[in-house]
T-cell receptor, first 115, second 112 residues
Framework: DGGITQSPKYLFRKEGQNVTLSCEQN?????MYWYRQDPGQGLRLIYY???????QKGDIAEGYSVSREKKESFPLTVTSAQKNPTAFYLC??????????????FGPGTRLTVL | GESVGLHLPTLSVQEGDNSIINCAYS??????FIWYKQESGKGPQFIID?????DKRQGQRVTVLLNKTVKHLSLQIAATQPGDSAVYFC???????????FGAGTRLAVHP
């Protein structure tokens, strides 16, 4: 089965803790992305990566960190510096082809709740 | 499940009717657009895309129309079914490599 997997589906964090959300894809896509979704809002970009060992900040990167050590994997760490981390987190991936844009395909999401 | 879009605009249609969901985009330089469907508690699902050199594209039961003059995008769903009930998002590429900007979404409610 080809696709994007995210784990866990639900995650609970205590105040002051760092937590890491997993994202794996077997679509052989070059680019991977992390978004945050809050009720009543569209998706907002946290970080993206076009190639292994390289990544860029999106619109709301503060309090988050990522790594891209393998093409298939793009984990997101929500640090204690993120003031309002309760949200639905979505990972996506896309092909990169010669300067033209391509659709992003999404995983099933992780719901993070701060206790 | 996850409550997506608690206060979104809602389009209510009868089963079997055609649905039209509209989206106004922000950047006249955007040249790639996508429609996604999101069911409660799930990730967005790709429906159809269109590039700016086209004004219409058809898929299975769906048609996307692009009017660059007024920066307007629409998604038409033929013979709407209960399984089409979801939140629908449009997204535009505003420049920057594959960086998408998403609209807030429209909830489609299909009634039997």
């Amino acid at each position: 089965d080809g696709g994007i997997t995210q784990s866990p589906k639900y995650l609970f964090r205590k105040e002051g803790q760092n937590v890491t959300l997993s994202c794996e894809q077997n679509l052989n896509h070059d680019a991977m992305y992390w978004y945050r979704q809050d009720p009543g809002q569209g998706l907002r970009l946290i970080y993206y990566s076009q190639i292994v060992n390289d990544f860029q900040k999106g619109d709301i990167a503060e309090g988050y960190s990522v790594s891209r050590e393998k093409k298939e994997s793009f984990p997101l760490t929500v640090t204690s510096a993120q003031k309002n981390p309760t949200a639905f987190y979505l990972c996506a991936s896309s092909k990169l082809q010669g300067g033209s844009y391509n659709a992003q395909f999404f995983g099933p999401g992780t719901r993070l709740t701060v206790l | 499940g996850e409550s997506v879009g608690l206060h979104l605009p809602t389009l209510s249609v009868q089963e079997g009717d055609n649905s039209i969901i509209n989206c106004a985009y922000s950047n006249s330089a955007s040249d790639y657009f996508i429609w996604y469907k999101q069911e409660s508690g799930k990730g967005p699902q790709f429906i159809i895309d269109i590039r700016s050199n086209m004004d219409k594209r058809q898929g299975q039961r769906v048609t996307v129309l692009l009017n660059k003059t007024v920066k307007h995008l629409s998604l038409q769903i033929a013979a709407t079914q209960p399984g089409d009930s979801a939140v629908y998002f449009c997204a535009e590429n505003t420049g920057g490599y594959n960086k998408l900007i998403f609209g807030a979404g429209t909830r489609l409610a299909v009634h039997p």
